[in-house]
């Protein structure tokens, strides 16, 4: 069974920086793309990065510049490196899984960016 676990998310002041981590269970991590999205109330969930199998990497234009998608397949991780955080960052950041047609995603874990 595929199991996302994600962890990192908390309170921030703007300008500040937080790391998200996802940590996967259940898959041969190695053959999956990765990728984390967020939600921020009352609007729709959008792609902030994803990274392929080969370590490809995309970014939203929002986040480029600030913000880093890296995983460590022998740890089975996907991390997500945030800086210059701004208040428009607030959401509930959610990793994801794919391979074969299939997604699968995490619980999620809350970034506020507030002073």
């Known amino acids: 069974q595929v199991q996302l676990v994600e962890s990192g998310g908390g309170l921030v002041q703007p300008g500040g920086s937080l790391r998200l981590s996802c940590a996967a269970s259940?898959?041969?991590?190695?053959?999956?793309?990765m990728a984390w999205y967020r939600q921020a109330p009352g609007k729709q969930r959008e792609l902030v990065a994803d990274i392929t199998k080969f370590g490809n990497t995309n970014y939203a234009d929002s986040v480029k510049g600030r913000f880093t998608i890296s995983r460590d397949n022998a740890q089975s991780t996907v991390y997500l490196e945030m800086n210059s955080l701004i208040t428009e960052d607030t959401a509930t950041y959610y990793c994801?899984?794919?391979?074969?047609?299939?997604?699968?995603w995490g619980q999620g874990t809350q970034v506020t960016v507030s002073s």
């Open positions: 259940g898959v041969i991590f190695s053959l999956f793309g």
């Open positions: 994801s899984a794919r391979y074969s047609g299939s997604t699968y």
